[in-house]
Each structure stands twice: as C-alpha cells, then as structure tokens.
C-alpha cells in the first residue's frame, strides 16, 4: 500500500475534487474566511483557487508529501502565501492563538483521531476565530447509512482511512467547537459517497 498511497493515490484524490461542481461548494465553504489560515488537509492545493482576497497566509499541513508536487501550478498562480509546516494534522506545530482561521475540506473524514486534530485546531485558532469546513459524511437516512456502515471498511482501505459514515457536526461540536452555520445534502453522486456538510464553526472559549 505505501506506493499506491504515496504516488497514486494523491492523484485520484486531485482529480476526483478538482472539479466544477466541488468547486462551488468550496467557494459556499470559504465565504468569509481571512487573515492567517492553518489548513490541514492541503493536499494538491485544490482550494488555492478559491481562497478569498482577504486571506494574508496559509499554513499547510498535509501527509501526502506529492500534494506539494501536484499543487505547483496552483501555487505559482496565487497570491495567497503558503508555507507548508507538517504532515500530521493530529499534531499542528504552530503556537496557540497564532491563526485567524482554520479550513478543513475532504480532510476530517480521513484524520485518524478526528477529536484530536479538533482540539489541536481549537489550540491555533484564536478564540472566537472560525474554522470552515466541507466534508462528505453520515447520510440521513437509515438505510443509507447502513450502506455507509458496510463500506467503510473497503472505503478506508483503499482510500487511506477515509471515512464515509463520519458525523461532522457532532464531531466539530464535541470538540467544543460552536456551529455557526451548516447546510448539508446530496451532491452529484451515489448516495453512500455524496451526503456533504459545509459550514462554519466558531472556536468559542470554553465557560469558566
């Protein structure tokens, strides 16, 4: 699995998201996010297109060390600043409070210990700062996700740990996180695969 995981699989992955219709949900997830942004899950750099003007710098965090080779050409056509910093969004090494925002897109499904890479996200991001976020997740109905339930399995083998069946406003909320805003509904595609969240989540201090 390692050479398929090092060298092909990061060339599915950009191909499959790289496209129009995933593009318009990214412009919808992005929509008011600025200043310095830490971004774990930066993959082959498929959001650099649409980052907003207002975005100063992108910290880049992503395990799949081709990403950087396949995100070139997107680099070199933004203005947006991006300095790639690790490899494990489970462990961010920036100090705290050192980020405006954080973007999670097509990542949290895939983070081993998504509880973990929330609370580190909730240590960089300021307080009250917001973490957008676009995943494909837990459908809402029963026999769907009892599909989801059966695929996810074959699905993390294959796609190295994706989850389909990860509930991620639940997540974002148990890690302390407080849901600004969320839309979620089928995109194009089998259902199993194509039930997706896009929102906000504001990292709200915890209550003394």
């Known amino acids: 699995m390692g050479f398929y995981r090092d060298n092909v699989l990061p060339r599915l992955v950009d191909k499959a998201l790289s496209n129009d219709r995933i593009g318009k949900w990214r412009v919808r997830c992005m929509e008011g996010l600025a200043g310095v942004v830490v971004e774990p899950g930066f993959g082959s750099g498929t959001n650099l297109p649409f980052y907003p003007e207002a975005v100063e710098k992108v910290y880049a965090v992503d395990p799949a060390v081709l990403g950087q080779k396949l995100a070139a050409e997107r680099l070199a056509q933004s203005s947006v600043v991006v300095e790639f910093i690790g490899l494990d969004g489970q462990s961010i090494p920036l100090d705290d409070n050192s980020c405006d925002a954080g973007l999670l897109t097509f990542s949290l499904c895939t983070i081993p210990d998504p509880m ?60 302390g996180f407080t849901l600004d805003w969320v839309e979620h509904r089928y995109a194009e595609g089998p259902k199993p695969w194509s039930y997706f969240y896009v929102g906000r989540a504001l990292n709200t201090p915890d209550q003394v």
Do not use: T
């Open 116 to 175: 973990r890479a929330l609370h580190e996200l909730r240590r960089v991001i300021k307080p009250d700062g917001a973490l957008h976020f676009l995943e494909h997740g837990v459908a809402p109905e029963p026999s769907i996700r009892k599909w989801q339930g059966r695929i996810d399995p074959v699905q993390k083998r294959l796609f190295d740990g994706c989850h389909v069946s990860r509930d991620h406003p639940a997540l974002l909320e148990a890690a």
